[in-house]
Nanobody, 122 residues
């Protein structure tokens, strides 16, 4: 099972980016994904979260600008980021709650992927 976050880049303030969190592997499914970010010299913060069957959650700083979308058959969750601000500059990570087949047994775990850098210029 592998988890990969992608889609970061350099964008001007007011622009948009879409991040992807893809879980690969056979016999694996996503139960939910949390997106975090960490800016230089700042603590990691939860940006948005998605769990199947529950409401999405967003940090106050991104409400109305960021949206989570999921493509469960593709085991991919997206973070659409609009009206980006320089304060959104950070490395973004996804933390996925997944179920996977381990031999003869189904197991559930959280998997933390490598981050993707988002830089918003003023």
């Amino acid at each position: 099972v592998q988890l990969q976050a992608s889609g970061g880049g350099l964008v001007q303030a007011g622009g948009s980016l879409r991040l992807s969190c893809a879980v690969s592997g056979s016999s694996v499914s996503i139960n939910g994904v949390d997106w975090y970010r960490q800016a230089p010299e700042k603590q990691r913060e939860l940006v948005a979260g998605f769990t199947i069957g529950d409401d999405e959650v967003y940090a106050d700083s991104v409400k109305g600008r960021f949206t989570i979308a999921s493509d469960i058959p593709k085991n991919t969750v997206y973070l659409q980021m609009n009206r980006l601000k320089p304060a959104d500059t950070a490395v973004y990570y996804c933390d996925a709650d997944i179920t996977y087949l381990d031999g003869r047994f189904w197991r559930r775990k959280r998997s933390w992927g490598q981050g993707t850098l988002v830089t918003v210029s003023s």
